[in-house]
């Protein structure tokens, strides 16, 4: 029986990243491929204001809405 892992794997949402429209939505682990900052990085940054404000969906789902990441990672470049 195969083992198959997604350690290492890219999000299909950050391989598609620039076709998304911006009224999507991406978790936190394109939001960190995309910058280039660990995942404890981009809560802290998104608390003190410098990255977007992450919208819980669910209980256990917070996303970030593309167009506002993009707006944002467009201003700090």
């Known amino acids: 029986m195969a083992h198959h892992s997604n350690a290492g794997a890219v999000p299909e949402a950050l391989k598609n990243f620039d076709s998304l429209p911006d009224s999507a939505n991406v978790r936190v682990s394109v939001v960190a491929a995309l910058a280039g900052y660990s995942q404890a990085t ?3 940054k998104a608390k003190t204001g410098k990255l977007p404000a992450p919208r819980r969906i669910s209980d256990r789902v917070t996303v970030w809405n593309v167009g506002e ?4 990672l ?3 470049a």
Do not use: D, E, G, T
């Open 42 to 44: 981009v809560w802290r």
């Open 69 to 72: 990441l993009r707006a944002s």
């Open 74 to 76: 467009n201003a700090a």
